[in-house]
């Protein structure tokens, strides 16, 4: 099984991937979170950033996502610095009612939004593969549900179901839909494919 080291120190994270990548991948922690300054303007850049950072320190390949909160009507915030949207709120909750507040200023404002997520997988520094998954949805007008993290409550994901819940109320839904199910999924159909085509070798 390929193993590689979790560029990031977001436990939330490590534990969708476990889920994610069972017995496919192993995903392990670092020994030591590294603080990588995520000067990218592109959730690839950052995600490079990052995955490379680990690689170099720990000189084993590693796996970087960088993920992130698009609003259409919010373009100057959110997006590749959702991370750091109102630094002087500690909570999510708190951003989270930010961020309704800002829409609500102007009820006419669009309130569709998109997750994004990019992982790079750095197998060395000529070896590096990166992929992409998204999830469309509304930013809902509270905050809904006690799964998940980060702005999961306020996420209204597109589903055949329309029932209003966010994605903090749908943690299977997450696991098999979100945008970072939807970039592990093609992340396992690349690396089958190239292990298939590696056995079929004469
Ligand atoms: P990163 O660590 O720079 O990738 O930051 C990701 C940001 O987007 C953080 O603020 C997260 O809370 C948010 N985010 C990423 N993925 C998700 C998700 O699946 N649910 C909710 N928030 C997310």
Redesign the pocket.
Known sequence: MKTFLLA?G?A??AE?FKELFSGTISVNAAPRTLEVD?TGKT?VE??LL?ARAYYDTYKVAAL??????VVESLPGI?G??????APELAE?SD?CRKLIGLLNQNPLQSRNAY???VLCFYLSPDEIYFFEGRVHGQIGSDLRGDK?????PI?IPERAENDGKS??ELPEW?NTF???AKAVQSSLEFFKESMDKTHQRP
């Open positions: 990031s977001n939330h994270k969708e995520e959730f950052n995600a990052k970087a996502d960088d993920s992130g909160l959110l590749v610095q959702s991370a750091r949207f999510y951003k997750f994004v997520c998940g993290f980060g702005y999961d996420f994605l903090a997450k979100s945008h970072r």
